[in-house]
């Protein structure tokens, strides 16, 4: 069923989002620049803390309910969601490990010795994965099935094969980031 002009119109892409991304990068790149280890703390513990809930969110609650609607609702809730997840995740997925690495540097974490090095690298592989998988797979998929759904005639079969993959993914990314959560509690708490 085509979409109403009234309906493509309320699932848009709002570009004026870019301005609250732009604030946050600025944010990010102030904390940095004044070299304050409050707020960089601040801007690392707040960007990972919506990572982490939206992922887990999205991957154990979003997704199976929306895997057992029909596709009219699916396709409604799915155009109204993924225009603001393009600006979202990509945003936390670039600042949190930024922020993460230079409060690192700033910490002295990069100097750990044998055998607590491990839980830097450990914290640093599992970033890499979630940032390289949130960029290079979940926000392809975003604007594929996005694109998709705003067609007159989605092609569910298509749409339904980039749903379980970026589910998956997803689901595959919130146990990551339970993962890191365990982590960075050990990094909080004394190596």
Known sequence: ????????????????????????????????????????????????????????????????ILRRLEFQVRRAITMRLMPRLLFILPTVAIITPTAGWFMAVETGYLELAFPEVWWLIAALAITAVLSVQGLLVLLPTNVMVYLEMRKPAPNGERIGRLMR?????????????????????????GL
């Open 1 to 64: 069923m085509a979409l109403s002009e009234d309906e493509l119109a309320q699932t848009a892409i709002d570009w004026r989002n870019l301005i609250w991304v732009g604030l946050a990068l600025a944010v990010m790149v102030l904390a940095i620049i004044v070299n304050d280890l409050w707020l960089l703390n601040f801007v690392h513990v707040f960007t990972s803390l919506l990572w982490t809930g939206i992922d887990l969110l999205l991957g154990f609650v979003i997704g199976p």
């Open 165 to 189: 993959r970026y589910v998956r993914v997803v689901a595959f990314q919130g146990s990551m980031q339970i993962v890191i959560i365990v982590i960075m509690a050990r990094f909080a708490t």
